[in-house]
Protein backbone atom coordinates (compact mmCIF):
# COMPACT_ATOMS: atom_id res chain seq x y z
CA UNK A 1 0.00 0.00 0.00
CA UNK A 2 1.34 3.34 -0.96
CA UNK A 3 1.73 6.20 1.59
CA UNK A 4 -0.22 9.33 0.73
CA UNK A 5 1.67 13.00 0.76
CA UNK A 6 0.28 16.80 1.18
CA UNK A 7 0.74 18.46 -2.08
CA UNK A 8 3.41 21.48 -1.47
CA UNK A 9 2.42 25.38 -2.89
CA UNK A 10 4.89 26.14 -6.40
CA UNK A 11 7.65 28.31 -5.47
CA UNK A 12 5.40 31.45 -7.43
CA UNK A 13 3.12 31.17 -5.06
CA UNK A 14 4.89 31.10 -2.19
CA UNK A 15 6.38 34.26 -3.68
CA UNK A 16 3.30 36.14 -4.28
CA UNK A 17 1.83 35.19 -0.82
CA UNK A 18 5.28 37.13 0.57
CA UNK A 19 4.85 40.14 -1.76
CA UNK A 20 1.03 40.48 -0.32
CA UNK A 21 2.54 40.69 2.59
CA UNK A 22 4.74 42.89 2.65
CA UNK A 23 2.52 45.21 0.60
CA UNK A 24 -0.08 44.99 3.56
CA UNK A 25 2.12 45.54 5.92
CA UNK A 26 3.63 48.72 4.17
CA UNK A 27 0.23 50.14 3.49
CA UNK A 28 -0.70 49.72 7.15
CA UNK A 29 2.73 51.26 7.93
CA UNK A 30 2.23 54.25 5.53
CA UNK A 31 -1.52 54.81 7.19
CA UNK A 32 -0.47 54.59 10.49
CA UNK A 33 2.38 57.54 9.84
CA UNK A 34 -0.02 59.66 8.13
CA UNK A 35 -2.53 59.16 10.81
CA UNK A 36 -0.19 59.84 13.03
CA UNK A 37 0.95 62.92 11.74
CA UNK A 38 -2.58 64.07 11.31
CA UNK A 39 -2.45 63.87 14.97
CA UNK A 40 0.49 65.26 15.57
CA UNK A 41 0.02 68.17 13.34
CA UNK A 42 -3.20 68.76 15.24
CA UNK A 43 -1.51 68.67 18.59
CA UNK A 44 1.10 70.73 17.41
CA UNK A 45 -1.15 73.35 15.90
CA UNK A 46 -4.19 73.46 18.11
CA UNK A 47 -5.80 76.67 18.53
CA UNK A 48 -3.30 78.10 15.37
CA UNK A 49 -4.28 78.46 11.67
CA UNK A 50 -2.73 75.40 10.14
CA UNK A 51 0.59 76.01 8.24
CA UNK A 52 0.45 77.35 4.66
CA UNK A 53 -2.86 79.25 5.01
CA UNK A 54 -3.25 83.16 4.27
CA UNK A 55 -6.31 85.25 3.66
CA UNK A 56 -6.02 87.71 0.03
CA UNK A 57 -2.21 86.97 0.67
CA UNK A 58 -1.89 88.29 4.20
CA UNK A 59 -0.10 85.13 6.07
CA UNK A 60 -2.20 83.70 8.98
CA UNK A 61 -0.48 80.27 9.76
CA UNK A 62 0.21 79.76 13.15
CA UNK A 63 -2.15 82.70 14.54
CA UNK A 64 -5.19 82.11 16.81
CA UNK A 65 -8.50 82.97 15.34
CA UNK A 66 -7.97 86.51 17.54
CA UNK A 67 -4.25 86.83 16.08
CA UNK A 68 -5.69 85.89 12.57
CA UNK A 69 -8.41 88.59 12.91
CA UNK A 70 -6.30 91.17 14.35
CA UNK A 71 -3.66 90.57 11.29
CA UNK A 72 -6.60 90.81 8.22
CA UNK A 73 -7.69 93.71 9.54
CA UNK A 74 -4.25 95.57 9.98
CA UNK A 75 -3.10 94.34 6.45
CA UNK A 76 -6.12 94.17 4.38
CA UNK A 77 -5.68 96.58 1.40
CA UNK A 78 -7.71 98.81 3.38
CA UNK A 79 -8.37 97.74 6.90
CA UNK A 80 -10.40 98.72 9.27
CA UNK A 81 -9.39 102.29 9.58
CA UNK A 82 -8.30 102.40 5.25
CA UNK A 83 -10.14 104.33 2.22
CA UNK A 84 -10.67 103.59 -0.99
CA UNK A 85 -9.40 106.40 -3.22
CA UNK A 86 -11.90 107.29 -6.28
CA UNK A 87 -11.01 109.19 -9.38
CA UNK A 88 -13.52 111.06 -11.92
CA UNK A 89 -10.75 111.94 -14.54
CA UNK A 90 -8.24 114.18 -12.97
CA UNK A 91 -9.72 114.61 -9.41
CA UNK A 92 -9.40 112.12 -6.84
CA UNK A 93 -10.52 111.93 -3.28
CA UNK A 94 -10.53 109.20 -0.74
CA UNK A 95 -14.26 107.39 0.24
CA UNK A 96 -14.57 105.27 3.85
CA UNK A 97 -15.79 101.51 2.31
CA UNK A 98 -18.93 101.85 4.21
CA UNK A 99 -20.02 104.37 2.21
CA UNK A 100 -19.72 102.66 -0.55
CA UNK A 101 -21.68 99.45 1.57
CA UNK A 102 -18.06 97.74 1.50
CA UNK A 103 -17.51 95.88 5.03
CA UNK A 104 -14.71 93.82 5.68
CA UNK A 105 -15.58 90.76 8.13
CA UNK A 106 -12.05 90.12 9.46
CA UNK A 107 -13.58 87.44 12.08
CA UNK A 108 -15.66 85.52 9.79
CA UNK A 109 -11.92 85.27 7.54
CA UNK A 110 -10.44 84.12 10.65
CA UNK A 111 -12.82 81.45 11.66
CA UNK A 112 -12.35 80.39 7.53
CA UNK A 113 -8.65 80.54 7.59
CA UNK A 114 -8.50 78.56 11.14
CA UNK A 115 -11.12 75.75 9.36
CA UNK A 116 -8.93 74.63 6.67
CA UNK A 117 -7.49 71.64 7.23
CA UNK A 118 -9.80 71.18 10.35
CA UNK A 119 -13.60 70.87 9.49
CA UNK A 120 -15.49 71.08 6.77
CA UNK A 121 -16.10 68.42 3.93
CA UNK A 122 -14.52 65.58 3.86
CA UNK A 123 -12.89 65.67 0.61
CA UNK A 124 -11.49 69.10 1.29
CA UNK A 125 -10.08 67.65 4.69
CA UNK A 126 -8.14 64.74 2.99
CA UNK A 127 -7.14 67.15 0.35
CA UNK A 128 -5.23 69.38 2.94
CA UNK A 129 -3.69 66.62 4.64
CA UNK A 130 -2.92 64.24 1.65
CA UNK A 131 -0.58 67.08 -0.23
CA UNK A 132 -1.55 70.10 1.12
CA UNK A 133 -0.43 70.21 4.04
CA UNK A 134 3.10 72.50 3.62
CA UNK A 135 1.39 73.76 0.47
CA UNK A 136 0.12 77.74 0.37
CA UNK A 137 -3.66 77.97 0.68
CA UNK A 138 -4.50 81.71 -0.27
CA UNK A 139 -8.04 82.51 0.93
CA UNK A 140 -10.48 85.19 0.17
CA UNK A 141 -10.95 88.04 3.10
CA UNK A 142 -15.01 87.37 3.45
CA UNK A 143 -16.54 91.14 2.24
CA UNK A 144 -19.99 92.23 2.63
CA UNK A 145 -21.18 94.60 -0.43
CA UNK A 146 -24.25 96.44 -0.42
CA UNK A 147 -24.06 97.18 -4.42
CA UNK A 148 -27.79 99.37 -4.19
CA UNK A 149 -25.38 102.09 -1.50
CA UNK A 150 -22.36 102.32 -4.02
CA UNK A 151 -24.87 102.91 -6.48
CA UNK A 152 -26.59 105.91 -4.82
CA UNK A 153 -23.28 106.64 -4.15
CA UNK A 154 -21.92 107.02 -7.50
CA UNK A 155 -25.15 108.92 -8.32
CA UNK A 156 -24.09 111.54 -6.12
CA UNK A 157 -21.14 111.53 -7.88
CA UNK A 158 -22.63 111.96 -11.07
CA UNK A 159 -24.79 114.70 -10.09
CA UNK A 160 -21.37 116.86 -8.63
CA UNK A 161 -19.56 116.14 -11.63
CA UNK A 162 -21.20 115.66 -14.16
CA UNK A 163 -20.92 118.40 -16.92
CA UNK A 164 -23.93 118.03 -20.05
CA UNK A 165 -22.54 118.69 -23.50
CA UNK A 166 -22.78 122.38 -25.01
CA UNK A 167 -23.34 123.00 -28.17
CA UNK A 168 -21.45 126.08 -29.72
CA UNK A 169 -24.12 129.28 -30.28
CA UNK A 170 -24.75 132.66 -31.26
CA UNK A 171 -25.62 134.50 -28.29
CA UNK A 172 -26.82 138.00 -27.97
CA UNK A 173 -24.88 140.35 -25.03
CA UNK A 174 -27.59 143.14 -24.84
CA UNK A 175 -27.72 143.99 -28.96
CA UNK A 176 -24.22 142.33 -29.40
CA UNK A 177 -24.64 139.27 -31.17
CA UNK A 178 -20.78 136.87 -30.03
CA UNK A 179 -19.83 133.49 -30.79
CA UNK A 180 -19.88 130.75 -27.39
CA UNK A 181 -18.15 128.21 -27.64
CA UNK A 182 -19.34 124.47 -26.97
CA UNK A 183 -17.51 121.84 -24.49
CA UNK A 184 -17.43 118.17 -24.44
CA UNK A 185 -20.29 116.52 -21.82
CA UNK A 186 -18.77 114.25 -19.52
CA UNK A 187 -20.93 111.30 -17.67
CA UNK A 188 -20.46 108.94 -14.76
CA UNK A 189 -20.71 105.20 -16.20
CA UNK A 190 -22.33 103.86 -13.24
CA UNK A 191 -22.61 100.43 -14.14
CA UNK A 192 -19.21 100.29 -15.25
CA UNK A 193 -17.93 102.13 -12.16
CA UNK A 194 -19.68 99.59 -10.33
CA UNK A 195 -17.61 96.72 -11.89
CA UNK A 196 -14.48 98.04 -11.56
CA UNK A 197 -15.09 98.23 -7.39
CA UNK A 198 -15.87 95.10 -7.37
CA UNK A 199 -13.09 93.63 -9.61
CA UNK A 200 -10.93 95.48 -7.25
CA UNK A 201 -12.23 93.97 -4.11
CA UNK A 202 -12.47 90.57 -5.71
CA UNK A 203 -8.55 90.84 -6.24
CA UNK A 204 -7.78 92.40 -3.13
CA UNK A 205 -5.90 95.24 -5.04
CA UNK A 206 -4.94 98.59 -3.58
CA UNK A 207 -4.54 101.69 -5.31
CA UNK A 208 -6.89 104.47 -7.11
CA UNK A 209 -9.76 103.32 -8.76
CA UNK A 210 -10.21 105.30 -12.02
CA UNK A 211 -14.41 105.37 -12.55
CA UNK A 212 -15.61 105.01 -15.97
CA UNK A 213 -16.60 108.57 -18.06
CA UNK A 214 -18.16 108.90 -21.11
CA UNK A 215 -17.48 111.50 -23.39
CA UNK A 216 -20.02 113.12 -25.12
CA UNK A 217 -18.96 115.59 -27.96
CA UNK A 218 -21.04 119.03 -29.20
CA UNK A 219 -22.47 118.47 -32.72
CA UNK A 220 -20.58 122.47 -33.15
CA UNK A 221 -17.81 123.03 -31.06
CA UNK A 222 -16.94 126.87 -32.96
CA UNK A 223 -19.78 129.22 -33.81
CA UNK A 224 -17.64 131.69 -34.99
CA UNK A 225 -17.93 130.78 -38.67
CA UNK A 226 -22.11 131.64 -38.73
CA UNK A 227 -21.67 135.17 -36.84
CA UNK A 228 -21.40 136.92 -39.55
CA UNK A 229 -24.59 136.29 -41.80
CA UNK A 230 -26.60 136.48 -38.74
CA UNK A 231 -25.28 139.78 -38.00
CA UNK A 232 -26.02 140.66 -41.30
CA UNK A 233 -29.32 139.56 -40.94
CA UNK A 234 -29.96 142.11 -38.23
CA UNK A 235 -28.55 144.91 -40.52
CA UNK A 236 -32.63 145.68 -41.31
CA UNK A 237 -35.94 145.23 -40.52
CA UNK A 238 -37.64 141.91 -40.77
CA UNK A 239 -40.89 142.42 -42.97
CA UNK A 240 -43.99 140.66 -43.18
CA UNK A 241 -45.81 140.94 -46.95
CA UNK A 242 -49.47 140.74 -47.52
CA UNK A 243 -50.07 138.63 -50.52
CA UNK A 244 -50.33 139.77 -54.03
CA UNK A 245 -53.81 138.35 -54.42
CA UNK A 246 -55.04 140.50 -51.49
CA UNK A 247 -56.83 144.16 -52.02
CA UNK A 248 -54.38 145.60 -50.15
CA UNK A 249 -51.38 143.89 -51.51
CA UNK A 250 -47.75 145.81 -50.76
CA UNK A 251 -49.01 146.19 -47.40
CA UNK A 252 -46.46 145.33 -44.86
CA UNK A 253 -45.25 144.83 -41.63
CA UNK A 254 -41.71 145.67 -39.97
CA UNK A 255 -40.18 144.29 -36.88
CA UNK A 256 -37.21 146.45 -36.14
CA UNK A 257 -33.62 144.94 -35.19
CA UNK A 258 -34.09 145.94 -31.89
CA UNK A 259 -37.69 144.63 -31.55
CA UNK A 260 -35.83 141.26 -33.35
CA UNK A 261 -33.19 140.56 -31.69
CA UNK A 262 -35.34 139.41 -28.24
CA UNK A 263 -37.42 137.42 -30.43
CA UNK A 264 -34.61 135.18 -32.06
CA UNK A 265 -32.65 132.46 -31.04
CA UNK A 266 -30.19 129.85 -33.15
CA UNK A 267 -30.97 126.26 -33.79
CA UNK A 268 -28.53 123.53 -35.09
CA UNK A 269 -29.41 122.03 -38.72
CA UNK A 270 -27.86 119.20 -41.15
CA UNK A 271 -26.70 120.81 -44.53
CA UNK A 272 -24.70 118.50 -46.73
CA UNK A 273 -23.54 116.26 -43.85
CA UNK A 274 -22.93 119.09 -41.71
CA UNK A 275 -24.31 120.41 -38.45
CA UNK A 276 -24.85 124.53 -39.48
CA UNK A 277 -26.48 126.84 -36.77
CA UNK A 278 -29.45 128.88 -38.67
CA UNK A 279 -31.64 131.41 -37.16
CA UNK A 280 -35.12 131.03 -35.56
CA UNK A 281 -37.97 133.18 -33.84
CA UNK A 282 -38.55 131.47 -30.49
CA UNK A 283 -42.03 129.62 -31.25
CA UNK A 284 -44.21 131.23 -28.30
CA UNK A 285 -42.92 134.92 -29.24
CA UNK A 286 -43.71 134.54 -32.74
CA UNK A 287 -47.43 133.14 -32.18
CA UNK A 288 -48.05 135.97 -29.62
CA UNK A 289 -46.85 138.62 -32.63
CA UNK A 290 -48.85 136.87 -35.83
CA UNK A 291 -51.89 136.80 -33.03
CA UNK A 292 -51.90 140.69 -32.31
CA UNK A 293 -51.07 141.40 -36.19
CA UNK A 294 -53.82 138.35 -36.73
CA UNK A 295 -56.54 141.39 -35.62
CA UNK A 296 -54.52 144.12 -37.63
CA UNK A 297 -55.39 141.83 -40.81
CA UNK A 298 -58.51 140.14 -40.30
CA UNK A 299 -61.47 141.06 -42.35
CA UNK A 300 -64.76 140.22 -40.56
CA UNK A 301 -67.07 138.89 -43.97
CA UNK A 302 -70.62 140.50 -44.07
CA UNK A 303 -73.71 139.62 -45.86
CA UNK A 304 -74.64 141.48 -48.84
CA UNK A 305 -77.79 143.75 -47.29
CA UNK A 306 -80.86 143.83 -49.04
CA UNK A 307 -84.42 145.95 -49.62
CA UNK A 308 -87.45 143.81 -49.66
CA UNK A 309 -88.72 145.52 -52.87
CA UNK A 310 -92.94 145.21 -51.83
CA UNK A 311 -94.12 145.67 -55.43
CA UNK A 312 -92.19 142.68 -57.35
CA UNK A 313 -91.13 140.80 -53.89
CA UNK A 314 -87.95 140.31 -54.31
CA UNK A 315 -84.72 141.44 -52.89
CA UNK A 316 -83.23 144.61 -54.30
CA UNK A 317 -79.24 144.52 -53.54
CA UNK A 318 -78.53 147.20 -50.56
CA UNK A 319 -74.51 146.62 -50.17
CA UNK A 320 -72.29 144.04 -51.53
CA UNK A 321 -71.53 141.24 -49.68
CA UNK A 322 -67.85 141.82 -48.09
CA UNK A 323 -65.47 138.54 -48.55
CA UNK A 324 -63.93 138.02 -45.31
CA UNK A 325 -60.36 137.19 -44.22
CA UNK A 326 -58.06 135.21 -41.53
CA UNK A 327 -54.66 135.38 -40.79
CA UNK A 328 -53.66 131.30 -40.95
CA UNK A 329 -51.17 131.80 -38.28
CA UNK A 330 -49.92 128.06 -38.29
CA UNK A 331 -48.62 128.38 -42.11
CA UNK A 332 -47.81 132.42 -41.89
CA UNK A 333 -45.51 130.74 -38.60
CA UNK A 334 -44.06 127.76 -40.71
CA UNK A 335 -43.09 130.68 -43.70
CA UNK A 336 -41.40 132.89 -41.81
CA UNK A 337 -39.61 130.28 -40.03
CA UNK A 338 -38.42 128.70 -43.26
CA UNK A 339 -37.42 132.04 -44.78
CA UNK A 340 -35.45 133.50 -41.67
CA UNK A 341 -33.47 129.62 -41.97
CA UNK A 342 -33.00 130.58 -45.84
CA UNK A 343 -31.05 133.82 -44.56
CA UNK A 344 -34.03 136.21 -45.96
CA UNK A 345 -35.13 139.22 -44.26
CA UNK A 346 -38.67 139.12 -45.32
CA UNK A 347 -41.97 136.79 -45.95
CA UNK A 348 -45.49 136.47 -47.16
CA UNK A 349 -47.99 136.00 -44.44
CA UNK A 350 -50.54 132.88 -45.41
CA UNK A 351 -54.26 134.50 -45.67
CA UNK A 352 -57.12 132.31 -45.58
CA UNK A 353 -60.71 133.62 -47.65
CA UNK A 354 -63.39 133.63 -45.52
CA UNK A 355 -67.13 133.65 -47.22
CA UNK A 356 -69.98 135.27 -46.25
CA UNK A 357 -72.73 133.27 -45.65
CA UNK A 358 -75.23 134.91 -48.31
CA UNK A 359 -73.96 135.69 -51.36
CA UNK A 360 -75.35 138.90 -53.50
CA UNK A 361 -77.15 136.66 -56.59
CA UNK A 362 -79.11 135.56 -53.26
CA UNK A 363 -82.95 135.40 -53.58
CA UNK A 364 -86.09 135.95 -51.68
CA UNK A 365 -86.77 132.23 -51.95
CA UNK A 366 -83.36 131.06 -51.19
CA UNK A 367 -83.44 132.67 -48.62
CA UNK A 368 -87.42 132.45 -47.61
CA UNK A 369 -88.04 135.80 -46.98
CA UNK A 370 -91.34 136.79 -48.57
CA UNK A 371 -93.49 139.22 -46.83
CA UNK A 372 -93.72 141.44 -43.95
CA UNK A 373 -93.82 139.69 -40.93
CA UNK A 374 -94.07 142.50 -38.38
CA UNK A 375 -93.17 146.75 -37.85
CA UNK A 376 -93.14 148.65 -35.30
CA UNK A 377 -92.61 152.59 -34.51
CA UNK A 378 -91.47 154.75 -31.68
CA UNK A 379 -91.68 158.40 -31.36
CA UNK A 380 -89.14 161.13 -30.48
CA UNK A 381 -91.28 164.31 -30.59
CA UNK A 382 -88.76 166.91 -28.52
CA UNK A 383 -85.46 165.25 -29.09
CA UNK A 384 -82.79 167.74 -29.86
CA UNK A 385 -80.54 167.63 -33.24
CA UNK A 386 -78.03 165.90 -32.15
CA UNK A 387 -80.66 163.23 -30.20
CA UNK A 388 -81.78 162.87 -33.81
CA UNK A 389 -78.46 162.57 -35.75
CA UNK A 390 -77.79 159.81 -33.32
CA UNK A 391 -80.98 157.84 -33.97
CA UNK A 392 -80.39 157.92 -37.70
CA UNK A 393 -76.78 157.22 -37.63
CA UNK A 394 -78.00 154.21 -34.85
CA UNK A 395 -80.63 153.07 -37.21
CA UNK A 396 -78.78 152.99 -40.27
CA UNK A 397 -76.44 150.31 -39.19
CA UNK A 398 -79.38 148.07 -39.20
CA UNK A 399 -80.57 148.95 -42.81
CA UNK A 400 -80.87 145.59 -44.93
CA UNK A 401 -79.29 143.35 -42.07
CA UNK A 402 -79.82 139.80 -42.15
CA UNK A 403 -80.35 137.23 -39.41
CA UNK A 404 -79.81 133.54 -39.88
CA UNK A 405 -82.46 130.94 -39.07
CA UNK A 406 -82.76 129.70 -35.74
CA UNK A 407 -80.03 131.93 -34.77
CA UNK A 408 -79.55 134.87 -31.80
CA UNK A 409 -79.24 138.53 -32.78
CA UNK A 410 -76.84 140.93 -30.47
CA UNK A 411 -77.38 144.86 -31.10
CA UNK A 412 -74.34 145.37 -29.41
CA UNK A 413 -72.37 143.63 -31.85
CA UNK A 414 -73.82 144.48 -35.04
CA UNK A 415 -73.95 148.56 -34.15
CA UNK A 416 -70.08 148.51 -33.06
CA UNK A 417 -68.17 150.90 -31.74
CA UNK A 418 -70.38 154.17 -30.55
CA UNK A 419 -68.01 157.09 -31.09
CA UNK A 420 -67.79 161.26 -32.57
CA UNK A 421 -65.65 158.81 -35.47
CA UNK A 422 -68.83 156.95 -36.35
CA UNK A 423 -70.99 159.75 -36.81
CA UNK A 424 -72.41 160.11 -33.21
CA UNK A 425 -72.95 163.12 -31.82
CA UNK A 426 -73.47 164.35 -28.11
CA UNK A 427 -76.59 164.02 -26.49
CA UNK A 428 -78.50 163.62 -22.99
CA UNK A 429 -77.92 160.06 -21.81
CA UNK A 430 -78.44 158.41 -18.47
CA UNK A 431 -75.17 157.17 -16.40
CA UNK A 432 -74.16 156.88 -13.50
CA UNK A 433 -77.40 157.68 -12.14
CA UNK A 434 -77.62 161.19 -13.59
CA UNK A 435 -78.72 162.32 -17.20
CA UNK A 436 -75.67 163.98 -18.68
CA UNK A 437 -74.66 164.92 -22.14
CA UNK A 438 -72.45 162.07 -23.47
CA UNK A 439 -71.58 160.71 -26.89
CA UNK A 440 -74.50 158.47 -28.60
CA UNK A 441 -77.60 159.42 -26.68
CA UNK A 442 -80.90 158.81 -28.53
CA UNK A 443 -79.33 155.00 -29.05
CA UNK A 444 -81.82 153.64 -26.84
CA UNK A 445 -84.79 155.06 -28.93
CA UNK A 446 -83.29 152.36 -31.53
CA UNK A 447 -82.79 149.65 -28.83
CA UNK A 448 -86.28 150.10 -27.83
CA UNK A 449 -88.22 150.05 -31.16
CA UNK A 450 -85.90 146.76 -31.82
CA UNK A 451 -87.14 145.18 -28.54
CA UNK A 452 -90.69 145.89 -29.31
CA UNK A 453 -90.18 144.24 -32.68
CA UNK A 454 -88.99 141.28 -31.06
CA UNK A 455 -91.88 141.33 -28.45
CA UNK A 456 -94.79 142.17 -30.82
CA UNK A 457 -93.46 139.73 -33.77
CA UNK A 458 -93.07 137.11 -31.24
CA UNK A 459 -89.16 135.99 -31.37
CA UNK A 460 -87.84 134.94 -27.90
CA UNK A 461 -85.88 137.37 -26.06
CA UNK A 462 -83.12 136.52 -23.90
CA UNK A 463 -81.33 139.72 -22.69
CA UNK A 464 -83.15 143.26 -22.07
CA UNK A 465 -82.28 145.97 -19.50
CA UNK A 466 -85.01 148.33 -18.95
CA UNK A 467 -83.70 152.32 -18.04
CA UNK A 468 -83.15 153.46 -14.71
CA UNK A 469 -86.30 155.67 -15.03
CA UNK A 470 -89.53 156.42 -17.50
CA UNK A 471 -88.35 158.23 -20.27
CA UNK A 472 -90.85 160.22 -21.26
CA UNK A 473 -89.91 160.16 -25.29
CA UNK A 474 -91.02 155.83 -25.39
CA UNK A 475 -94.12 156.52 -24.12
CA UNK A 476 -95.25 159.07 -26.88
CA UNK A 477 -97.85 158.30 -29.32
CA UNK A 478 -97.93 161.60 -30.59
CA UNK A 479 -95.95 165.46 -30.14
CA UNK A 480 -98.60 165.59 -26.82
CA UNK A 481 -100.11 162.95 -26.05
CA UNK A 482 -98.27 159.83 -23.74
CA UNK A 483 -99.70 156.12 -23.39
CA UNK A 484 -98.88 154.69 -19.64
CA UNK A 485 -99.43 151.27 -21.38
CA UNK A 486 -96.16 151.71 -23.26
CA UNK A 487 -94.14 151.63 -19.84
CA UNK A 488 -92.19 148.74 -19.29
CA UNK A 489 -91.13 148.40 -22.83
CA UNK A 490 -88.49 150.25 -23.74
CA UNK A 491 -84.93 148.78 -23.73
CA UNK A 492 -81.46 150.19 -22.97
CA UNK A 493 -78.19 149.70 -24.62
CA UNK A 494 -74.50 150.48 -23.28
CA UNK A 495 -71.96 148.67 -25.60
CA UNK A 496 -70.31 145.94 -24.67
CA UNK A 497 -71.27 145.92 -21.00
CA UNK A 498 -75.71 145.72 -21.58
CA UNK A 499 -76.87 144.15 -25.01
CA UNK A 500 -80.28 143.47 -26.14
CA UNK A 501 -80.32 140.14 -27.45
CA UNK A 502 -83.24 138.06 -29.16
CA UNK A 503 -83.25 134.85 -31.31
CA UNK A 504 -84.67 134.48 -34.74
CA UNK A 505 -86.36 130.99 -33.94
CA UNK A 506 -87.82 130.01 -37.57
CA UNK A 507 -86.65 128.04 -39.84
CA UNK A 508 -85.88 130.95 -42.36
CA UNK A 509 -83.56 134.41 -42.46
CA UNK A 510 -84.97 136.96 -41.06
CA UNK A 511 -84.42 140.84 -43.11
CA UNK A 512 -84.46 143.72 -41.06
CA UNK A 513 -85.27 147.54 -42.39
CA UNK A 514 -84.81 150.41 -40.10
CA UNK A 515 -86.50 154.24 -41.41
CA UNK A 516 -85.99 157.24 -39.28
CA UNK A 517 -88.58 160.30 -40.65
CA UNK A 518 -87.45 163.53 -38.86
CA UNK A 519 -90.71 164.70 -40.22
CA UNK A 520 -92.71 162.56 -38.21
CA UNK A 521 -90.62 161.84 -35.34
CA UNK A 522 -90.70 158.74 -35.79
CA UNK A 523 -88.21 155.56 -36.35
CA UNK A 524 -89.94 151.99 -37.78
CA UNK A 525 -88.48 149.22 -38.12
CA UNK A 526 -89.92 146.04 -39.99
CA UNK A 527 -89.25 142.52 -40.36
CA UNK A 528 -89.32 140.42 -43.72
CA UNK A 529 -89.46 136.91 -43.79
CA UNK A 530 -92.01 134.32 -43.93
CA UNK A 531 -94.66 134.03 -41.24
CA UNK A 532 -95.19 130.77 -39.64
CA UNK A 533 -98.65 131.91 -38.36
CA UNK A 534 -97.59 132.68 -34.63
CA UNK A 535 -99.73 134.99 -32.64
CA UNK A 536 -98.60 137.39 -29.72
CA UNK A 537 -101.42 138.13 -27.10
CA UNK A 538 -99.85 140.47 -24.28
CA UNK A 539 -100.48 142.23 -20.83
CA UNK A 540 -99.46 144.87 -18.57
CA UNK A 541 -99.73 145.47 -15.00
CA UNK A 542 -99.30 149.48 -16.05
CA UNK A 543 -97.30 151.43 -13.78
CA UNK A 544 -98.21 150.23 -10.26
CA UNK A 545 -96.81 151.70 -6.74
CA UNK A 546 -95.74 154.76 -7.89
CA UNK A 547 -93.35 157.02 -6.77
CA UNK A 548 -93.58 161.02 -6.12
CA UNK A 549 -90.07 162.09 -6.95
CA UNK A 550 -88.23 164.81 -4.95
CA UNK A 551 -88.67 168.50 -5.47
CA UNK A 552 -86.46 169.85 -8.37
CA UNK A 553 -83.15 170.14 -7.08
CA UNK A 554 -81.00 173.25 -8.21
CA UNK A 555 -77.24 173.67 -7.98
CA UNK A 556 -74.56 176.54 -8.93
CA UNK A 557 -73.01 176.23 -11.87
CA UNK A 558 -69.84 178.85 -11.81
CA UNK A 559 -69.91 178.61 -15.77
CA UNK A 560 -73.33 180.08 -16.01
CA UNK A 561 -74.27 183.72 -16.44
CA UNK A 562 -75.99 185.33 -13.31
CA UNK A 563 -79.26 185.19 -13.08
CA UNK A 564 -79.23 182.50 -15.78
CA UNK A 565 -81.37 178.86 -14.68
CA UNK A 566 -80.50 176.16 -16.32
CA UNK A 567 -82.52 172.65 -16.49
CA UNK A 568 -80.13 169.84 -16.75
CA UNK A 569 -82.47 166.58 -15.74
CA UNK A 570 -86.74 165.61 -15.66
CA UNK A 571 -88.64 164.47 -12.97
CA UNK A 572 -90.21 161.47 -13.40
CA UNK A 573 -92.18 159.09 -11.05
CA UNK A 574 -91.29 155.94 -9.97
CA UNK A 575 -93.13 152.24 -10.54
CA UNK A 576 -93.40 149.22 -11.17
CA UNK A 577 -94.43 147.71 -14.55
CA UNK A 578 -95.37 144.03 -15.16
CA UNK A 579 -95.70 142.72 -19.04
CA UNK A 580 -96.46 139.64 -19.98
CA UNK A 581 -97.00 137.70 -23.26
CA UNK A 582 -98.07 134.28 -24.37
CA UNK A 583 -97.13 133.33 -27.99
CA UNK A 584 -98.92 130.74 -30.14
CA UNK A 585 -99.31 129.25 -32.89
CA UNK A 586 -101.99 127.19 -34.20
CA UNK A 587 -103.73 127.50 -31.03
CA UNK A 588 -100.26 125.50 -29.71
CA UNK A 589 -98.51 127.51 -26.78
CA UNK A 590 -94.93 128.19 -28.09
CA UNK A 591 -93.47 129.70 -24.96
CA UNK A 592 -94.49 132.76 -22.40
CA UNK A 593 -92.52 135.00 -20.85
CA UNK A 594 -92.54 138.18 -18.71
CA UNK A 595 -90.81 141.21 -18.02
CA UNK A 596 -90.47 142.79 -14.58
CA UNK A 597 -89.37 147.03 -14.67
CA UNK A 598 -88.98 148.70 -11.41
CA UNK A 599 -88.37 152.38 -12.21
CA UNK A 600 -86.73 155.12 -9.82
CA UNK A 601 -88.28 158.32 -8.96
CA UNK A 602 -86.56 160.98 -10.83
CA UNK A 603 -86.29 164.42 -9.53
CA UNK A 604 -85.98 167.02 -11.95
CA UNK A 605 -82.10 169.68 -11.32
CA UNK A 606 -81.39 173.16 -12.45
CA UNK A 607 -78.32 174.95 -12.63
CA UNK A 608 -78.08 178.80 -12.11
CA UNK A 609 -75.60 181.05 -12.41
CA UNK A 610 -73.61 182.85 -9.80
CA UNK A 611 -76.05 186.25 -7.91
CA UNK A 612 -78.69 184.81 -8.98
CA UNK A 613 -81.89 185.56 -6.87
CA UNK A 614 -85.34 183.54 -5.51
CA UNK A 615 -83.76 180.07 -6.08
CA UNK A 616 -86.46 177.92 -4.52
CA UNK A 617 -85.66 175.52 -1.91
CA UNK A 618 -83.88 172.90 -2.82
CA UNK A 619 -85.85 170.20 -1.61
CA UNK A 620 -82.17 168.49 0.10
CA UNK A 621 -83.22 166.17 2.80
CA UNK A 622 -86.73 165.32 1.47
Avoid at 485 to 495: K, M, P, Q, S, Y
Avoid at 502 to 511: C, I, V, Y
Amino acid sequence: MQEERTAEPSPFVQLASQSLLVLFMGVFLFLFLWLASISIDQIWNAGQVMPGISVNGISVEGLTRAQAEQRINQEFFFGTQGKFTLAYGDISWDVDPLDLGIRLDAAASARQAFSIGRSGPLDEFLAYQLGGRRATHDLPAVISFNQPKAVEYLRRVSREYDRPVKEANLVFNGTQLMAESGQTGLQLDIPASLDRITDSLSKGQAGTIQLVLREQQPEIMDASPFLGAAQQLLADSFVLRIPNDQPDNGRSFSISPENLIPMLTFTRQQQDGQTILVPQFQNNLLEAYLGNLADRVRVQAENPRFIFNDETRQLDLLRAAVVGRELDIPASHAAIQSALQGGKTSAVLVINEAKPAVSDDATADMLGIRELVHEESTYFFGSSAPRVNNIDVAAEKFLGLLVPPNAEFSMASAIGNISLDEGYSEALIIYDGRTIEGVGGGVCQVSTTLFRAAFFAGFPISERYPHAYRVSYYEKTSANRRDSNLAGLDATVFVPLVDLVFTNDSPHWLLMETYVSRSANRITWKFYSTSDGRRVDWSTTGPTNTVKPKKPLYKLNPDLAPGEIKQVDWEAEGADVRVSRTVRRDGEVLFEDTFFTRYNPWRAIYEYGPGTEGIPDSGEGD
